[in-house]
């Protein structure tokens, strides 16, 4: 339809102006309030602009430093997690984990995928709530085991078959928050192991239920230790919402490992003012929690791993130069899987969205049958083929890293550094405390 | 009977030689004595065993049990008998918070008083208290039997989903969609059997029964109010 531009005795309209407070896609959140009377959940992370690695460049070399040859001089990659406390701490081939998603979230064929992909490119993947499933160990040969609140599933035998423990204590979509499982993905076998009846929604509790406080989580740690008889590295994954405070207590409890999720890392389902409002963007939590690290002497003793909005190589040395041990993703895993896949468009457009946008995970009805425990939508999703999909990703991850640090002189990807880094925005700088590009200012250091 | 006196060995030495303990071991009864209010005494036993404690417990005594009987002649501390999978914790004295959290299994008895938290998050455990319980106790119960022969604190069995509990005294308040329910005959059977073996004299017709009343298993907006 075409709008006038004037009235019927030719004085002009105004052009139709947008509001940039009330836009299109707030308008459509208050339609949808106003006809339900309950706030949007969706899974996934926060989709709002906020600093991101993107906002960060690599310098390179250049006569003040020389590059490495890319196709003859070596780059590592390797990383051990846990040297801290446990007998048998986890090597991991690539500094690239899988972050914890629950069998329950996930079918069973995706974790399988997520084992087979992760095992395949040396690296480690994580249960998630619901428990440990015998596919996923069995084709994770590195598999953490989570120790959430909600304890569903968690028994000692699981326990003692871990690589490393993870005790969540928050993550990054949700800092504080629990959650929750509607009851259409809650099959038999999910049920079962959930020790709950079929079709009810399952809450996820927001902290333990037998521990609260930093002195609690010692003598928790303690517990566990003493049960897995001090084998396994012992993880503390918190929301990197207040990432100097909790680094610091995870490591005074005890932690062999922190792992610290920003808050673009996804969750099955929670309420999208939560994931949007809470938390900080993954950028600013690195230097924080590395700071609360070297504060105690502790920094590469305590290992640190970053999580929430990687996606390629880049991020990946990024987080690195900033002072993590390693990266966890979750997201971008079940991309490769075949999570939002254009060749899913017209179901996608059925269920009300498209292609990238798909985030209704908590519905089961994920036309790639990843996020789904319905059995037709689950048989579209070949495991093995996800798993080489994840390894191939994985691969490319740790190729992008590699050249990135040779181009930077390194001939390990720990061996990256702040000072390889500027900052394309003023508030990029200020979060990674690195110059800004073309200065050598560093905003909020020096006074100013 | 075999005797470890946490005076001359510390912790690790206490749970590796009880770990140590197969199901088919002829060491079948342990003592542990001046246990001096220990962390995690007992912890991930997994064998047909007995052991005394001679005194109070710190956290998580008899955490994550399987099969073993552990006596506990004094009291504990936060968490005893947490994630408890089979066997069986009685505690001759009293137990702070969160006694029998998230147990999948077994029986907990505590002769004495339990705190706030009791049975919070329940997966199959039975607990017996022979006094009174503190606030939230079975918060969020999924399964098993609560069995409180004293009086029960405030917001029993809040957002609980299966568990049955059972109240001989009075009840402070009841949480979040928690009711009062039916007793039938099957009821008063599981709590003769349950109140025999935790050797309690309490008879099972002085006792009420509460449960989910189920109105908020499936969420509902109308509902929000109820939380």
Redesign the interface.
């Known amino acids: 339809m075409t709008i006038k531009d004037h009235d019927e005795s030719g004085i002009p309209h105004t052009t139709p102006r947008q509001s940039a407070t009330f836009t299109n896609d707030v308008n459509s959140d208050i339609r949808r309030a106003a006809a339900t009377g309950i706030y949007d959940i969706r899974g996934g992370g926060a989709k709002r602009k906020v600093p991101n690695f993107d906002d960060l460049l690599f310098l390179g070399a250049s006569i003040s430093r020389y590059p490495l040859e890319g196709y003859r001089e070596k780059c590592e990659t390797k990383v051990t997690l846990g040297t801290r406390f446990a007998k048998k701490p986890i090597e991991l081939d690539i500094p690239i984990t899988i972050a914890g998603m629950s069998f329950g979230a996930l079918s069973g064929p995706a974790k399988e995928a997520l084992g087979r992909g992760a095992d395949a490119a040396g690296t480690s993947t994580t249960t998630g709530d619901g428990g440990m499933t015998p596919e996923e160990r069995g084709h994770s040969s590195k598999l953490v085991y989570q120790y959430l609140p909600s304890r569903y599933g968690m028994n000692p035998d699981d326990l003692r078959k871990a690589d490393a423990i993870e005790i969540v204590v928050g993550q990054g979509a949700k800092p504080g928050g629990g959650g929750m499982l509607l009851g259409q993905k809650i099959s038999d076998r999910v049920a079962e192991m959930r020790n709950l009846p079929k079709g009810i929604d399952q809450r996820s509790s927001c902290r333990h239920p037998d521990w609260t406080g930093p002195d609690d989580l010692e003598i928790k740690i303690l517990e566990l230790r003493e049960i897995t008889n001090w084998l396994v590295p012992i993880y503390v994954k918190v929301a990197g919402a207040r990432p100097y405070y909790d680094t610091t207590l995870a490591i005074k409890s005890g932690a062999d490992v922190v792992v610290l999720d920003g808050m673009q890392g996804g969750t099955a389902a929670t309420q999208d003012v939560f994931i949007e409002h809470v938390g900080q963007p993954t950028l600013a939590i690195i230097r924080p929690a590395v700071q609360a690290l070297q504060d105690l002497g502790m920094h590469r003793k305590v290992q640190l791993i970053i999580s929430g909005g990687i996606r390629s190589g880049a991020d990946v040395a990024k987080a690195m130069a900033l002072g993590a041990d390693a990266v966890a993703i979750g997201t971008a895993a079940l991309i490769a899987l075949g999570d939002n896949d254009p060749k899913w468009e017209s179901e996608y457009n059925e269920l009300g969205t498209t292609t990238g946008a798909y985030d209704d995970w908590h519905e089961g009805r994920d036309p790639a049958g990843i996020t789904t425990q319905d059995p037709e939508l689950m048989a579209r999703f070949d495991p093995v083929e996800g798993g080489r999909r994840l390894r191939n990703y994985l691969k490319v991850l740790t190729l992008e890293a590699q050249t990135i640090a040779r181009a930077c002189g390194k001939n390990h990807l720990h061996n990256l550094e702040p000072e390889d880094l500027c900052a394309l925005t003023v508030e990029a700088a200020a979060m990674a405390g690195v110059p800004l590009s073309g200065t050598n200012w560093i905003p909020g250091q020096g006074g100013y | 009977m075999q005797t470890i006196d946490m005076a001359k060995v510390d ?2 030495e206490v ?2 030689t009880l ?1 140590a303990q197969k199901d088919d071991t002829n060491q079948t009864s342990w003592e542990i004595v001046n246990p001096k209010g220990s ?2 005494i007992a ?2 036993l ?1 064998a047909p065993i007995e052991v005394t404690v001679r005194g109070s417990t ?3 005594c008899g ?2 049990n ?1 099969q073993a009987t552990i006596n506990v002649e004094g009291s504990v501390g ?2 005893a008998a ?2 408890m ?1 089979s066997g069986a914790i009685i505690v001759e004295g009293d137990a702070s ?2 006694a029998g ?2 147990g ?1 299994g077994g029986l907990l008895v505590i002769k004495g008083n339990a705190s706030s ?1 009791c049975g ?2 329940m ?2 455990i039975d607990i017996v208290v022979h006094g009174d319980i503190g606030h939230m106790s079975a ?2 119960a ?2 098993g039997n609560l069995v409180v022969c004293g009086d029960a604190g405030d917001a029993l069995g809040d ?1 609980c ?2 568990a049955r509990l059972f109240v001989r005294g009075s009840v402070k308040s009841l949480g979040a969609d928690c009711e009062k329910k039916e007793m039938r005959p099957e009821h008063l059977e599981i709590l003769k059997d349950l109140l025999e073996r935790a050797s309690s004299d309490a008879k099972p017709e002085e006792f009420n029964r509460y449960g989910s009343a189920r109105n908020l ?3 509902d ?1 109308d509902n929000a109010g109820a939380y």
């Open positions: 912790l690790r749970n590796s770990h962390h995690a912890v991930g997994d710190g956290y998580y955490g994550m399987k936060p968490g947490e994630n999978m918070q969160y959290a998230t999948h938290r919070i998050s997966k199959g918060f969020m999924q399964s957002s989903y299966e298993y499936n969420f907006v």
